[in-house]
């Protein structure tokens, strides 16, 4: 591997940039190992965390375009994971429940996600990974939060 200016390798921005494109393509590559995409995992995610919800609330929360949304949940329903019903109070707006089977994909991704973690994180303590999450997690709250897509 060739070496980094040392402009660069000293500025946050772009180790944050990097680690980023090593973290996307290991978190992709885990997901696709376990026959999944990330956008299944986070609309699992939410409807587990939050319970039903409309697949605009979906997008909302998993931070999701409409389309990626609608594809994902489509796909997550072909397989027996979510259910989508009409919204009983606006019969044009669909409602996404999680099934059982969705629950148990959803212990089967965290834990394909656990294993990326472990691999992406090797060379950090345990503190170390802790004291990673609470500062940019806490970069991210300084700016607003995640970006949108």
Not at 24 to 31: D, K, Q, T
Not at 35 to 57: D, I, M, N, T, W
Request: one cysteine or more; proline letters at 5%.
């Amino acid at each position: 591997m060739e070496p980094t200016p040392g402009r660069l390798a000293t500025r946050a921005s772009w180790l944050i940039t990097q680690a980023a494109v090593h973290a996307r393509r290991a978190v992709s590559e885990g997901f696709a190992e376990a026959g999944a995409r990330g956008y299944h995992y986070r609309v699992l995610a939410a409807l587990r965390e939050f319970g039903p919800a409309s697949q605009a609330k979906l997008g909302q929360r998993c931070r999701m375009d409409r389309s990626d949304v609608v594809a994902a949940v489509t796909e997550l329903e072909a397989q027996g994971f979510v259910e989508r019903s009409a919204d009983p109070a606006d019969r044009r707006r669909n409602t996404v429940t999680i099934t059982g089977a969705g629950i148990r994909r959803l212990g089967r991704l965290d834990r394909a996600l656990d294993d990326v973690q472990d691999e992406l994180l090797a060379p950090l303590s345990a503190t170390e990974r802790q004291a990673l999450i609470a500062l940019l997690g806490k970069l991210l709250e300084h700016h607003g939060g995640a970006p949108s897509p």
